[in-house]
């Protein structure tokens, strides 16, 4: 049973406060602003730091950044990690540390779309009935080069495809998989070709002038909208 963020006599860190506190007052897909989480700590020094402490140890804790969706401000608490209350829970250090910057460098190269699934960050899942929308984060994988050797990359992911729910989740056949490659026409099997070969996926100029349409300000949506409307 893990305690309470707010019990008096409580003697841990402040980053295991604030994991109580998301867990007991945000809950696991929900927002909050960082206004509320200074006000659950008033006084107490450099919060915001402690909180992003948590993404060390498996937390996804979402800005604006990799989820272009959110309001300013605003943070999704999208997945718990390790139970950073308990002494005899080990802390993830299997994947290395990323900093703010070095996570949106990862996600500007992917162009803000995660590369399962190809969806854009903040875009709406075609198939949610309550308009869920992508959530995007970073995740490390191990990739096994031609001279059967392996190096860790960093890529997108949005929250479904990291936790196994995207789309075929229980893993493609493949039988099916070979049969699909050979039902490509000319064009597109040159462009998978490429996608193996660079062992990513390469969004086309239209998928990312649309991250990129996603990403601006309503006003310069407006704009861009005006513009096609024009050229019609």
């Not at 800005?63 to 969706?69: A, F, L």
């Not at 162009?111 to 699934?117: A, E």
């Not at 929308?133 to 191990?142: G, N």
Request: proline share 6%; aromatic share 6%; hydrophobic share 35%.
């Amino acid at each position: 049973m893990r305690p309470a963020w707010h019990d008096p006599d409580l003697r841990v860190g402040t980053r295991i406060k604030v994991a109580l506190w998301l867990l007991d007052e945000v809950g696991e897909g929900n927002t909050f602003t960082k206004a509320q989480l200074r006000e659950a700590f008033p006084g107490v020094e450099q919060v915001d730091r402690r909180m992003r402490d948590l993404r060390d140890d498996g937390w996804a804790i979402n800005t604006n950044r990799e989820d272009p969706g959110l309001p300013p401000n605003t943070l999704c608490f999208a997945k718990a990690g390790d139970d950073v209350w308990d002494p005899r829970a080990s802390r993830r250090r299997s994947e290395p540390s990323l900093s703010n910057k070095e996570r949106a460098a990862v996600m500007a190269a992917d162009d803000f779309m995660c590369t399962v699934c190809g969806i854009a960050g903040g875009e709406a899942y075609p198939d949610s009935r309550r308009g869920e929308t992508a959530q995007l984060s970073v995740s490390s994988r191990e990739e096994v080069l031609p001279d059967r050797t392996s190096q860790q990359q960093f890529v997108t992911e949005c929250k479904r495809c990291k936790a196994g729910r995207g789309p075929r989740a229980e893993g493609p056949r493949l039988a099916e998989v070979l049969e699909a490659v050979d039902s490509l026409g000319t064009a597109e099997r040159e462009e998978f070709a490429q996608w193996v070969k660079r062992g990513r996926r390469l969004p086309r100029r239209v998928e990312q002038l649309w991250t990129e349409y996603r990403r601006l300000p309503s006003e310069s949506r407006e704009a861009v909208a005006e513009r096609l409307r024009t050229q019609q």
